[in-house]
C-alpha cells in the first residue's frame, strides 16, 4: 500500500524525532504552548466533573473485580494522577476499568489479592519496555473487528458479573468465576432474590438513563447511588451495603509499599501480568484514538504506554489494581472544557478529598445500586451498533468479531485477541489472493513499468500541485488494518489547511472494515471543521464498504474522477450536492 500526493509545495525533508521530543509528557508540550488563568479555571471545573463520575464507578469496578472499594479508590487516585502527569495524550484519564474486571477477579481467585498487587507492577514493568521499545505503534495494528468483539464480550462478562448483587441471590457457595457455571449457580438461586435490591437497583438504571436522555449533563451515576444510598437509609431497607461487607473505606491513602514477592509468585502471576499489560495497551490507545477524533490533537502512543506503566507501578505500591486509559471519562473530561492533562491530576486530587471527607458515607451506598451502575456501563460499552454492522459488512468480518467475543466469554480474553488478530491476517492474505486471481487490479506490490508503457493513467497536471484551495490523495494497493492508521494520520494533517480534498480509490483493490471505519473518523472531523472530503474512483465493493461504516452524505461525497471532484469543491461555496451515484447498485 502506498499513497501518494499531488500537492509537492513545501516538502522538506523529515527529521528524526529525538528521544527527549518522543517521550516529552504532554503537560509541557501544553505549558509551553502558553497555559493562562483561563485555561487553569477550565480544568479544574473539567477534574471537578471527572472525579464526580469517577467516584462511584472507581469502587463499584472494584468491587466486582473480587476486591475491597478503597482499592478502586487508590487505583483511580495514584495511577490516574501519573497518567495525566506523564502520558502522551492531552485529555487521558486514567483509573480502574471495566475492561479488567474479569482479569482481575481471576487473578484474585488463584493467587489472591497480593498476586493482583504483584501482578499490577509487573504489568507496569511490561508496558514501560513496551514504551520503551515503541511498540505502541504496532498496537494499532489490531483490526477493527477484534477490538469490537472483544470489548463486546468483557460487556457481556461485567453484566453476568453483577446479576447476584443486582438482584440480591443468595448463593450456597462461591460464586463461579466461569461465565457458563456462574450462570448456572445464579439460576438456582433464583428463589432468594431480594425484591428491595432488585427494585432499587432498576430504579438506579432507570434515573442513570433518563438523566443520561433528558439531563446529559448533570451526574447522573452519582445523583443514582446517593439516592439510593437516602432510600436505603431511609426506609431501612434489608440489602447488602458496603457497610455490611467491607466495613467502609479509609479516608487517607496508604503508606506506598512493595508487594509481597518471590520468584515462584512472579513465575505463577507473570501470565496474568502480560495479559493486564496487553489489555492496558489496547484500552488506553484507543482511549487517546478517541480523544484525538474529538479534539483534533494527536497522542504519542509511546510516551502514553511508558505513562501507563508508571502509574500502574505507582498504583501497586499504594495497594490499587490495574490502571489504563479509560475512554467514558476522557470523553467528560474533553466534553466538560479540559484544556491539558492538569485536568486529569485535578480528577485525582479531588477523588483523594473526596475520599478524606466522605468516606464514612460511603459506608451506606448499596452493592445493588453500584451493580446498576455497572450494568449501565456494560450496556454503553458494548458498541451494539458497530457489533451490528460488522455483523452486515462481510462474511470474514463477522467470522472476526464473533470468535473474539465468543472466545473472550467462554474462554480467555488473551486467546480472544490472539486467535481474532490471527483470523484477520488470514482474511487478509485471502482477500488479497481472492482479488488478485478474479480482477485486473493492481497487485499488492506493483512491479516497476517502462515510461513508454504508460497504459491508462492520465498525464500529470501541474496545476493540483500549486493549488491552495484543493488538495489531492491517491491511495495505491490493499488499504487493510496494517495501513489504517497511516492513512489517517496523513489525512487528518490536511485537515483546516485547504477548502477540500479528494481521496482517489482507483488503485485500491479492497479495504477492510478497520480502513473503513479509520476513513469515517476522517470524514466525521472534515465534516465538522468545514472541509470538503470527496472520494473518487471507488469499485462497488469498497464503496459499499465505506457507505456501511458511515463515510456517507454529508460527511463525504463520491465523484467518478479527480477531474470532476475538483471541478465541483472550487466552484462550489457551500455544500456539494450529491452526485455520481452516491449508493451502490
Not at 198 to 207: H, P, Q, Y
Amino acid at each position: 500500500m502506498s499513497i501518494t500526493s499531488d500537492h509537492v509545495r513545501g516538502l522538506r525533508p523529515l527529521r528524526q524525532p529525538t528521544f527527549a521530543e518522543l517521550y516529552l509528557p504532554k503537560i509541557v508540550t501544553v505549558w509551553r504552548e502558553g497555559y493562562g488563568f483561563a485555561d487553569f479555571r477550565a480544568d479544574v471545573f473539567a477534574g471537578l466533573t471527572v472525579a464526580i463520575v469517577a467516584l462511584p464507578l472507581s469502587m463499584a469496578i472494584a468491587i466486582a473485580s473480587g476486591v475491597t472499594p478503597d482499592r478502586g479508590l487508590y487505583t483511580a487516585v495514584v495511577g490516574g494522577f501519573i497518567v495525566s502527569l506523564l502520558g502522551g495524550s492531552r485529555f487521558q484519564v486514567g483509573g480502574p476499568a471495566g475492561a479488567f474486571i474479569v482479569l482481575v477477579a481471576v487473578t484474585a481467585e488463584r493467587h489472591g489479592v497480593d498476586g493482583v498487587i504483584l501482578a499490577t507492577m509487573m504489568a507496569g514493568m511490561v508496558l514501560i519496555a513496551a514504551g520503551l521499545l515503541r511498540i505502541g505503534t504496532y498496537i494499532k495494528f489490531i483490526p477493527y473487528p477484534v477490538t469490537v468483539g472483544f470489548t463486546a464480550g468483557i460487556a457481556v462478562i461485567i453484566f453476568a458479573s453483577q446479576l447476584r448483587d443486582l438482584s440480591g441471590i443468595t448463593l450456597a457457595g462461591k460464586e463461579p468465576s466461569e461465565f457458563v457455571p456462574k450462570l448456572v449457580a445464579l439460576a438456582s438461586g433464583l428463589h432468594t432474590v431480594n425484591p428491595s435490591a432488585l427494585g432499587l437497583a432498576l430504579v438506579c438504571i432507570a434515573i442513570i438513563a433518563g438523566l443520561r436522555r433528558w439531563r446529559p449533563s448533570w451526574p447522573g451515576i452519582l445523583i443514582a447511588v446517593v439516592l439510593a444510598a437516602i432510600a436505603a437509609a431511609v426506609l431501612s431497607l434489608p440489602i447488602e451495603t458496603i457497610g455490611s461487607r467491607f466495613g467502609g473505606i479509609p479516608r487517607e491513602l496508604p503508606s506506598p509499599a512493595l508487594p509481597a514477592f518471590s520468584l515462584a509468585k512472579a513465575k505463577a502471576v507473570l501470565p496474568d501480568a502480560i495479559s493486564f499489560a496487553l489489555l492496558a495497551a489496547i484500552e488506553s490507545l484507543l482511549s487517546a484514538v478517541v480523544a484525538d477524533g474529538m479534539t483534533g490533537r494527536r497522542h504519542r502512543s509511546n510516551c502514553e504506554l511508558v505513562a501507563q506503566g508508571a502509574a500502574n507501578i505507582g498504583a501497586a505500591l499504594f495497594g490499587g489494581i490495574c490502571v489504563t486509559g479509560l475512554i467514558a471519562r476522557t470523553a467528560t473530561n474533553i466534553r466538560a472544557g479540559a484544556r491539558g492533562p492538569l485536568a486529569g491530576m485535578l480528577h485525582s486530587v479531588f477523588l483523594l478529598l473526596f475520599m478524606l471527607v466522605a468516606a464514612p458515607l460511603a459506608s451506606y451506598i448499596p452493592l445493588a445500586a453500584l451493580a446498576a451502575v455497572l450494568v449501565v456501563v456494560s450496556w454503553t460499552m458494548a458498541e451494539k451498533h458497530e457489533f451490528a454492522t460488522l455483523l452486515r459488512s462481510s462474511w470474514g468480518d463477522a467470522v472476526v468479531l464473533l470468535a473474539t467475543f465468543l472466545l473472550t466469554i467462554f474462554r480467555d480474553l488473551t486467546e480472544g485477541i490472539l486467535v481474532g488478530f490471527a483470523l484477520g491476517a488470514v482474511l487478509f492474505i485471502h482477500r488479497m489472493a481472492e482479488m488478485t486471481g478474479i480482477e485486473e487490479r493492481p497487485p499488492l506490490v506493483a512491479a516497476d513499468r517502462p515510461d513508454a508503457d504508460n497504459g491508462e493513467r492520465v498525464p500529470y497536471d501541474p496545476a493540483l500541485s500549486v493549488d491552495r484551495d484543493v488538495l489531492v490523495y491517491r491511495i495505491t494497493g490493499a488499504f487493510f488494518f496494517g495501513a489504517a492508521s497511516a492513512i489517517g494520520n496523513v489525512l487528518d494533517e490536511v485537515a483546516g489547511t485547504r477548502k477540500g480534498f479528494v481521496v482517489d480509490f482507483a488503485a485500491v483493490p479492497f479495504l477492510d472494515s478497520t480502513a473503513a471505519n479509520v476513513l469515517g473518523r476522517v470524514a466525521a472531523k472534515s465534516h465538522r471543521q468545514g472541509m470538503q472530503l470527496l472520494i473518487t474512483g471507488a469499485s462497488p465493493s469498497v464503496r459499499q464498504a465505506l457507505l456501511t461504516h458511515g463515510v456517507t452524505e454529508p460527511h463525504a461525497h463520491y465523484r467518478e474522477t479527480i477531474e470532476r471532484a475538483v471541478a465541483d469543491i472550487k466552484s462550489s461555496p457551500g455544500a456539494l450536492e450529491v452526485a455520481d451515484h452516491p449508493s451502490p447498485a
